[in-house]
């Protein structure tokens, strides 16, 4: 794979991972792993090639929000946990297929994401 920054990522919808590379085309080192949450089978993270496009502070939803927001595919993107508006948590499960499509992160895990580079290569398996 190719990446217009020195970062790649991989995320595994079976082991529940994503996989931080660094280097280049053919010369990939990996560097983080983080344990995550890739879509249902209802609403499934699209499998493909993509980039990260842009970020965004929070989602906000009835009844609770999402934050540190790397988009790499349409409203597809890495985000943070589930917190309820008084800034606890709503939901922090990872380790298992529950989202509506994006990479939900723990806090510390996802600000690692969000501070990689724009135009990181996203690698969706």
Known sequence: YTSETKYLTWISCYTQRVFVFEGSKGNWKLIKTFLVST????????????????????????????????????????????????????????????????IRMLPNDVNYIYNLPLHTRVVVY
Do not use: M
Request: with cysteine.
């Open 39 to 102: 879509g249902d089978n209802d609403t499934p993270t699209p499998i493909g090639t993509y980039r990260t496009e842009y970020h965004v502070n929070q989602w906000n939803y009835d009844e609770f929000y999402v934050n540190k927001i790397t988009v790499f595919h349409g409203g597809h993107a890495f985000h943070s946990i589930l917190y309820k508006y008084n800034g606890s948590i709503y939901n922090d499960r990872v380790g298992v297929s529950l989202s509506h499509g994006c």
